[in-house]
């Protein structure tokens, strides 16, 4: 069986949710101010980023995601199903991430 290393890292932007606690939002807001929520899960040689709203469960469909290869001098930034939608689930802690088909 082959190991492998995978780092995961959470990040919620507390200061930009707390700044639109007061009113709601949308999710084109919420990119225009840079305040989505992210999943990070780093798998060899390929970087695996989650976006969503803050307070989407990681395992709801409120996501996109992106992998970011990198390949010698070659880094190639691809989205899951080709788009940027916010229609993939990462799965608890980004799990689900590699496993999404990314063009």
Known sequence: MKTRNMMILVVVL??????IAAAPVT???LIQR???ASIIVVDGDSTYVAEGPPGALATSAA???KRIAV????TII?????DADFDNTPGAAGAG????TYE
């Open 78 to 82: 691809s989205w899951a199903d080709g």
């Open 97 to 100: 991430l590699p496993g999404l």
């Open 34 to 36: 840079n305040a989505l």
């Open 14 to 19: 507390a200061g930009a949710i707390a700044a």
């Open 71 to 74: 390949s010698g001098n070659t």
């Open 63 to 65: 996501w996109r995601a």
């Open 27 to 29: 999710l084109d807001q």
